[in-house]
């Protein structure tokens, strides 16, 4: 299989405190890695050193063979990151944007770049607010046109965190199916979500983290097997593996208050 993403012993220190330790995993070409695990993880960290903003206190990361601490430029060319937050120059329009954004990552005419944006901005329902000045423009929108950034260069890895943030259900729909379809032509897909749903429906492997550390990676099915009670649901399964699957008996206690009438105490 031809790997275009590959993790080697890759950690983070920040003083003290390990937040990534020693994880080590591959992604292949036409591949959906999802990248699961509870809030304060080490999913942020991680995806931060594979996109190029932080540097890791040991281990590496290479795209397409390109070791991102000895050629970051090379790598960081390999690479679409979506961030979970759409942080934009808001002074410049929606069409300005993207062309700053193809200058940086294609030389010559950009012009093939834009026409292949014009087809997202148009999937997006962005098409009449590409002149527009960024500032205008709601967190939906701005995740989007980021994410058109992103989809008009067909670099071989997208890493994005939490790709359905203000999306509204129709874009979340068309996002979820253009990551199907970049992965159906090669594209290797790196995602890190809270949604189990998201996850169940479009990736091929899953790993999750947990206190900084990979504690299970596999297929769906391949997870199924290592939960010991034989959950099916992903939602389940995840609990189950990382220790939390108690928040069954409070889920449970929680719909027997709500069938209570109101005001109505234990005595």
């Given at each position: 299989?031809?790997?275009?993403?590959?993790?080697?012993?890759?950690?983070?220190?920040?003083?003290?405190?390990?937040?990534?330790?020693?994880?080590?995993?591959?992604?292949?070409?036409?591949?959906?890695?999802?990248?699961?695990?509870?809030?304060?993880?080490?999913?942020?960290?991680?995806?931060?050193?594979?996109?190029?903003?932080?540097?890791?206190?040991?281990?590496?990361?290479?795209?397409?063979?390109?070791?991102?601490?000895?050629?970051?430029?090379?790598?960081?060319?390999?690479?679409?990151?979506?961030?979970?937050?759409?942080?934009?120059?808001?002074?410049?329009?929606?069409?300005?944007?993207?062309?700053?954004?193809?200058?940086?990552?294609?030389?010559?005419?950009?012009e093939p770049v834009i026409a292949e944006a014009g087809r997202f901005l148009e999937l997006f329902d962005l098409s009449d607010w590409r002149h527009h000045l960024i500032e205008g423009y709601s967190h939906g929108m701005r995740q989007k046109l980021i994410m058109t950034s992103i989809f008009m260069l067909g670099q071989p890895l997208i890493v994005v965190d939490e790709p359905?943030?203000?999306?509204?259900?129709?874009?979340?729909?068309?996002?979820?199916?253009?990551?199907?379809?970049?992965?159906?032509?090669?594209?290797?897909?790196?995602?890190?979500?809270?949604?189990?749903?998201?996850?169940?429906?479009?990736?091929?492997?899953?790993?999750i983290i947990q206190h900084g550390r990979l504690t299970s990676t596999g297929s769906i099915d391949e997870l199924r097997a290592q939960a010991a009670s034989g959950r099916k649901n992903l939602e389940d399964i995840f609990l189950e593996l990382t220790g939390a699957y108690e928040l069954q008996g409070i889920i449970r206690a929680l719909r027997q208050d709500a069938g209570r009438p109101a005001g109505e105490v234990d005595r």
């Open positions: 299989m031809n790997v275009v993403l590959q993790i080697e012993h890759l950690s983070k220190k920040f003083g003290s405190f390990t937040a990534v330790s020693d994880i080590s995993l591959a992604v292949s070409a036409g591949e959906i890695f999802g990248f699961l695990g509870p809030n304060g993880a080490g999913k942020t960290t991680t995806i931060k050193m594979l996109a190029g903003l932080l540097l890791p206190s040991a281990g590496t990361v290479s795209i397409c063979g390109h070791d991102l601490a000895r050629s970051p430029l090379a790598g960081k060319r390999l690479t679409g990151y979506i961030p979970d937050r759409p942080y934009l120059y808001e002074k410049l329009t929606g069409d300005e944007y993207l062309r700053f954004i193809a200058s940086l990552y294609r030389e010559g005419d950009p359905m943030v203000g999306l509204d259900p129709k874009s979340a729909r068309i996002v979820k199916e253009l990551f199907k379809s970049l992965a159906a032509r090669g594209t290797a897909v790196f995602l890190s979500t809270h949604s189990m749903e998201i996850a169940e429906e479009l990736c091929d492997r899953i790993a």
